[in-house]
C-alpha cells in the first residue's frame, strides 16, 4: 500500500471515529469533519493520481463520492435521515474511490440493517414499528386517515453504519489498494 492511500485512510477513520461519537452524543455529524474530508480526499487525489478516470484520481473520487451520497439523498429529502450522513457518505466515497466504494455501499447497507434490527430489539419496539409502518401504508392506500397516530420516531445514528461497514470495506479492499 502506497503512502499516499495510508495517508487518505488515516484521514477517513480519524473522520469516521469524530462522526460516530458527535453522532451518538449529539445526534449530529458536524460540517467540521464532512467538508474537509470531502476536499482533501479530492485534493490528494488530484494532486497525486491528476485527473483519473473511473478507477483513479479525481473523476473516481468525484463520481464515488456523488454515487454514494446519492444512496441516502431520498431519506435526508423526507426527514428520515440527516444530511451530515450523506455529506460522510460524499466523503467515504471520495477518499475511497472505485471500485472500493462497491464494497463500502453494500457493507454500510448491511451494517445499517443489522443496527436498526439490534436498536429496536434492545428498545422493545420492533411491534410498535411494524404498527406504525402499517399505518403508513394504509394511510397510502386511502384505507385510514392522514392524521392517524403514528409512533415515536427513533433516532438510530447512522454515522455508526458508515464508519463499521467503511471499515469493513477497507478492510476487504486492502489489498487491491496501493
Known sequence: ??????????????????????????????????????????????????????????????VSGVGLALLLVPAAVRGRMGWGDVKLMAGVGAVLGFPAVMAAAAFISL?????????LLWQGAVWETLADLVRRWAVRARLMNEGAASGPRRHIPYGV???????????WQHDRLG
Open 1 to 62: 500500500m502506497s503512502p499516499f492511500h495510508i495517508a487518505l485512510w488515516t484521514l477517513l477513520g480519524v473522520a469516521l471515529v469524530i462522526s460516530v461519537a458527535t453522532d451518538v452524543v449529539r445526534r449530529q455529524i458536524p460540517d467540521v469533519v464532512t467538508y474537509p474530508l470531502l476536499g482533501v480526499g479530492l485534493g490528494a487525489r488530484l494532486w497525486a493520481e491528476g485527473v483519473g478516470d473511473l478507477e483513479s484520481g479525481l473523476v473516481s473520487g468525484v
Open 111 to 119: 451494517v445499517g440493517a443489522l443496527q436498526a434490527v439490534v436498536t
Open 161 to 171: 453504519a458508515i464508519a463499521l461497514g467503511t471499515f469493513w470495506a477497507m478492510w
